[in-house]
């Protein structure tokens, strides 16, 4: 039987964080390219552009997408990067690397990343897919995935995480749905409860159907939860790897659909499938905003939905 996940808060530094700003901050959401490597000195000048590049145009939080790191198993020979299996076991080699790289990065920038997700091993044997999120002053701390797809029970015997969290940073509390976790609309309920005002999604989707079903989910959960949802894809295709051969996406930063906010939800968006950076100016304040003053009233009669609790059949 599955557990329903428990909720927990990120521990507030009190030094950092006497309370929020809430003020407007530049966040940048990749459309992020799969390559192959070669060795380590070439993506840790990869990342580096990619950080350095958001950092210089003003962003101060940054997303990228789920299993980006998958490009690693590049680092290894082919009959390891060609293996589900073991590009998994030899990816373990390089986590302590990835994790210091991303922690470094935040810290020379003094900004938040949100660096996608790796597949980190458990004692046990079995892997869970986890989005680290990156402070500025050095601290960190991950989301796991807790809904697996297909793929991921049937061929790469990647497990579900079982706890779910909620972020404070400077701006207010943040969450994370690591994409499939997108289209299921408790998970996000449950972090906007508990204070979140923005959802960052780092997905990664290999057909456009997949793609448009986590882009569905995530302008769900910002209508239905009147809140921010960042999506951030992996794109293009990398036919040496067998986990992340196709990639198809867009970037993109989600919004309630009510006054003050685009008509249709869409404040900003990439170019499909092309390899960038996505940025928008945000202000949480503005979700305090439309939920006292909307049209309608999304978040606040979520309860309403549950008054009857059976279903009559006519016929």
Not at 81 to 90: E, H, K, M, P
Not at 278 to 300: H, K, P
Request: aromatic share 12%; hydrophobic share 40%; net charge negative.
């Amino acid at each position: 039987m599955n557990c329903i996940p428990t909720l927990s808060v990120g521990t507030i530094n009190p030094v950092i964080f006497p309370a929020y700003m809430h003020t407007p901050f530049r966040l940048a959401t990749a459309q992020y390219d799969i390559s192959f490597l070669g060795d380590w000195a070439n993506y840790e000048n990869k990342i580096s552009r990619w950080v350095g590049a958001a950092a210089d145009n003003g962003a101060k939080l940054l997303l990228f997408p789920e299993y980006f790191s998958m490009e690693l198993a590049s680092l290894f020979l082919q009959e390891i990067y060609g293996s589900l299996d073991r590009q998994l076991d030899a990816m373990q080699s390089v986590f302590a690397d990835f994790h210091r790289l991303f922690q470094t990065q935040a810290q020379q920038h003094q900004v938040h990343i949100v660096a996608g997700s790796y597949p980190v091993r458990q004692n046990d044997g079995s892997y869970r897919n986890r989005a680290y999120l990156f402070y500025p002053d050095g601290r960190s701390d991950f989301q796991e995935k807790l809904q697996m797809t297909r793929f991921e029970n049937e061929q790469w015997s990647i497990k579900a995480g079982d706890s779910l969290k909620v972020f404070d940073t400077a701006w207010g509390r943040i969450g994370i749905n690591v994409c499939y976790d997108s289209e299921f609309p408790m998970l996000a309920r449950r972090q906007v409860e508990a204070g979140a005002d923005l959802i960052l999604v780092p997905s990664c989707t290999d057909t456009l159907a997949g793609y448009w079903r986590v882009r569905i989910g995530c302008q769900a959960r910002a209508l239905e939860n009147q809140c921010y949802v960042v999506q951030s894809p992996t794109v293009g295709n990398a036919p040496w790897s067998e986990a992340v051969d196709v990639n198809i996406g867009a970037a993109a930063v989600y919004t309630p659909v009510d006054r003050g906010f685009p008509d249709d939800g869409v404040l900003v968006i990439g170019e499909l499938n092309q390899s960038q950076w996505v940025y928008a100016d945000i202000d949480l304040a503005n979700i305090a905003t439309v939920r006292r003053e909307g049209q309608v009233f999304n978040y606040r009669d979520w309860p309403g939905q549950f008054r009857c609790d059976s279903v009559t059949t006519v016929l």
